[in-house]
Every structure is written in structure tokens, then in C-alpha cells.
């Protein structure tokens, strides 16, 4: 038995030291995120919109629990709206945690608009390329390529943000179900970043005023934000389960799989995208110092925007432990829409768990497909 357990050491030792050399210089080998197959419908630029194939099977794993694939779809298509920072990954991150496949499995027609990797050569994209020329764009081809007017629109953070605005600016009559993940419609309610933002708002609009200058008028190289300044402040909002996350890698680096798993959510945490600078300006202005999105109005390509033009069905989340998006800033979407039909829920997760946590499939995914689906017809 003690040489057994000797023996079983020592291989897991070998297995660590392996996978550590080779997580090193082959870190792809680690990385399982993207395996739904889909096609490319469009694109332009950096921006372009993936179909994604229906399933050829009769059963998935969702976690470790089999999952029956629905036989039919719905007529509605989904259509997935990641944020800014992070790559559209995060909806396809996992085989068994993968809200597209889930999606998919309960009988969803599923399209994603991938905003594609930004560098500061992309720094002059602004809130208005987003929504006004590159969301109608992609719904478009959507609906040319489903053949079906009306689409349902699934969203995360920023992603649900735009989402709105494009909602708000176009008055689309054809979005006919929105869902939005922790979206900070409220950003004077953040924490302790919302209060500063509320405090500094007034003098802002005085010093503007009196000086006669506006952030929007620098250049936007100034406010160019790279992605792995995102990446640190998004683990600055919770150093210890950055450590802990480290430490729990290095007892299991002997297991293949725990590894695999441990390096594409990394990779999520670590590869985020550049903010493009005239995007961070429009944010910093008009979202954050005015709030204009709580104030239920916005400032869109030289026009103002109103959100009581957003009539859709709306189910938006928040998650009970999110150190970023607190619970009122992202209930304030409520509030600003004249949706009749119109949701709210708090689900368990910070504010990546609440959308792609281990406890997100039973929560966000499942209360969405089911709201979806009897709204899709």
C-alpha cells in the first residue's frame, strides 16, 4: 500500500510538472471554449455575426446532468450580445457550461454578434458605431438569414447596455423579447464608484461649463483602455479569490481536465479586449458622470435618445454577490422602459458566476429559456 500511494505521488508530481511545461509553451492545448460549430453570416471590420448549427445529438451534459435536445425550434432566434471587454467566449466557455449549447438544447435558433478584438489602432469606435451602425446591421442580416422579422436578444453587462440604446434609438417593433445579465443601467448606484460618480457630478457639469471644455473634445488615444487593464480590475474586485483560484491550480495541476477547465476560464479573465478610447469617452460623459441611461435619457449621435421608447418584454438579472453591478443599478432598466411585460430576478453569483458560473445554468439559463420560450412562438 505505501508503495502504492509512493507511486501515485510521484505520478501526479510527473503529470503537474507536465502540464505546467506544457500549459507554458502550448497554453492552446488547455483552451476548450468555442467547440459549437458555426458559420459566419457577416461581417464588418472587426465586427461579424456567427450562426451557430443545431445540435446533432440527442443528449448534452450541462455541468455534470444530461440534458434532453429538444426536437423542435421556436420560431423567434435568439441573438447573444456580449459586452465590450470580454471576447464573445464567454458564451460558448465550456462544453458542459455553455450557455449556446444550452440554448440550442432547448430548441433556441441561436445567433451571436462577435465585436471582434480591438487595439488601439480601433480607438475611434464610438458608443454610436456599436449601436447605431453595427447593431442594425448585424439584426439585419439576421433576419434576412432566418427568415423571421422578430428576434429575442440575450445580453451581458455592457452588452445588454447597447442593447437597450440600440432599442431606444431605432424603435425596433421587431425586438420582441430582451434579456439582460447584470447591465449597470444605474451607474451612479455601483458601490463605491457609483457614489463618486454621483458626487463629482455636479461639480463636473460647473468646471464644464465655466471652462468651456468637455472630455469629449479630447482626442481619444487619451482614453484608449488595453485589455489587460480591463483584466486587472476585473480580478481587483476580488484579490482573494484571484489567490485562492491560483492556489486550488496548483494542488490540482496533476488533473488534465481540472486544468483544462482552470485555463479557459483564465483565459476569460485574462485575454479581455481593449476599451476603444471615443467609447470610454461617450461612457465616462454621458453614462457615468450624467447617468443619462438612469435619467432615461442619452445622448446618441448629436441626438437625445429616449428609453420610454423601449416597449419589449424584458427579464433582467442581477446577481446577489456582484461587487460590480449592485442590485438597483441593474433594476433601474425596469424603470426607464414602458414595457408592460417586464421582469426582475436575483440569482446566486458575482458578476461572472451569475452568467457563466457553475450555478448559472440552473439559474440565469434556465429561467431564461424558460421565459423565452413561451414568448417565441
Known sequence: MSRRRKSSLAGKLFSAAAHAVERRLFSENFNVSNRTPFATIYVDGIMSVRHYHPLDMDEILIGNEPMSVAPERYRVPVVLVPPLAATSMIFDLLPQRSVVRYLLARGFDVYLIDWGEVTADHSNLSLETYVLDW???????????????????????????????????????????MVTVASPVDMHQMGIAGGVLSAIYRPAQIVSSVLNISLLDLPARYFHIPGWMNSLAFKLT???????????????????????????????????????????????????????????????????????????????????????????????VLEIVTSEDKEFCVVPGGHAGVFAGANAPENTWRISADWLSSRSD
Not at 135 to 152: E, I, K, T, W
Not at 276 to 291: D, F, R, S, Y
Request: one cysteine or more; aromatic letters at 8%.
Open 135 to 177: 447593431m442594425p446591421a448585424a439584426l439585419n442580416r439576421v433576419r434576412q438569414h432566418s427568415g423571421v422579422p422578430d428576434v429575442s436578444i440575450f445580453a451581458y453587462c455592457m452588452g445588454g447596455l447597447l442593447a437597450l440604446m440600440y432599442a431606444a434609438a431605432s424603435q425596433d417593433r421587431h425586438i420582441r423579447n
Open 238 to 332: 476580488n484579490p482573494v479569490g484571484s489567490l485562492v483560484n491560483s492556489l486550488e491550480l496548483l494542488v490540482n495541476l496533476w488533473d488534465r481536465e481540472y486544468v483544462k477547465v482552470h485555463s479557459t476560464m483564465q483565459k476569460w479573465f485574462d485575454d479581455m479586449v481593449d476599451y476603444p478610447g471615443e467609447t470610454i469617452k461617450g461612457m465616462v460623459v454621458h453614462m457615468a458622470l450624467n447617468n443619462g441611461m438612469a435619467r432615461g435619457r442619452l445622448r446618441l449621435g448629436g441626438e437625445k435618445t429616449s428609453f420610454d421608447r423601449v416597449g419589449c418584454s424584458i427579464l433582467a438579472f442581477a446577481g446577489d454577490s456582484d461587487r460590480i453591478v449592485s442590485i438597483p443599478s441593474a433594476h433601474k
